[in-house]
């Protein structure tokens, strides 16, 4: 039970804070710097754009791809062991599919341009990557114990 609340906490806390964290930038809150901006953009694709000639039908897509791997998460009882890391890794993810629904695109506003300028992202997007490093990182570090043993 202790599991299942941290799980659906870490989701809604992330998704929360992600839609709020957006919100701020869609009513217009703009910030420039040398080699970073705090700047709206909609991204129509996934990561760098990928995918973006998909339209509208990518929403539909990755709305199933989110209710597969949830439904195997939840069924296959990884969750109960990693539910912060895949808590924090489904809110964000429900958060960016939640933009496809309500703007034109996924609300981005993290845009680094010192040397290149393709990235722009938002925090689903780092929470999605550091929950996967999480995950990865004590996956790996479980195996090495039991190797041991």
């Known amino acids: 039970m202790r599991r ?55 929403k539909w897509l990755q709305m199933v ?25 489904l809110g964000a993810a429900l958060s960016n599919l939640y933009d496809r629904f309500i703007h034109i695109g996924v ?6 341009h010192c040397g290149f300028k393709y990235a722009v992202f938002n925090y689903a997007d780092v929470v999605i990557d550091v929950a996967i490093g999480w995950i990865l990182l004590r996956s790996y570090l479980d195996h090495r114990q039991k190797s041991k043993e």
């Open 65 to 89: 791809f989110i209710a597969v791997l949830g439904g195997y998460l939840f069924f296959g009882r990884l969750v109960w062991r990693f539910p912060l890391m895949l808590g924090m890794l």
């Open 4 to 58: 299942t609340i941290i799980f659906f906490m870490a989701l809604a806390g992330t998704f929360l804070l992600d839609q709020g964290i957006k919100e701020l930038f869609v009513q217009g809150f703009d910030w420039q710097s040398t080699c970073l901006s705090l700047e709206l953009h909609y991204n129509r694709g996934v990561a760098f754009s990928f995918l973006s000639g998909l339209g509208s039908y990518l």
């Open 107 to 112: 609300v981005d506003y993290v845009a680094w």
